[in-house]
């Protein structure tokens, strides 16, 4: 069963539409690739999701080790 489609604010403003695949805590969309590259992170950055309200989440890139 899908879950409700939620909304992600990207830091470039890009809007990204996705759910969680099979309602677990994996979102579907796999467009992270990019952003990665881009804002040049590293294994133990955080990526942290901000409620925005109505089903609409920012998405900011922690750097932790700069």
């Not at 539409?17 to 579907?28: A, C, E, I, S, W």
């Not at 294994?43 to 109505?54: E, K, P, Q, W």
Request: hydrophobic share 40%.
């Amino acid at each position: 069963m899908r879950s409700q489609p939620l909304t992600l604010e990207l830091p470039d403003h890009e809007s990204v539409q996705t759910d969680f695949v099979d309602g677990g805590p994996m979102l579907r969309w796999r467009g992270w690739g990019r952003y990665y590259d881009a804002f040049a992170l590293e294994a133990g950055d955080v990526v942290r999701f901000v409620a925005l309200g109505g089903r609409r989440y920012g998405v900011r890139f922690i750097r932790l080790n700069p």
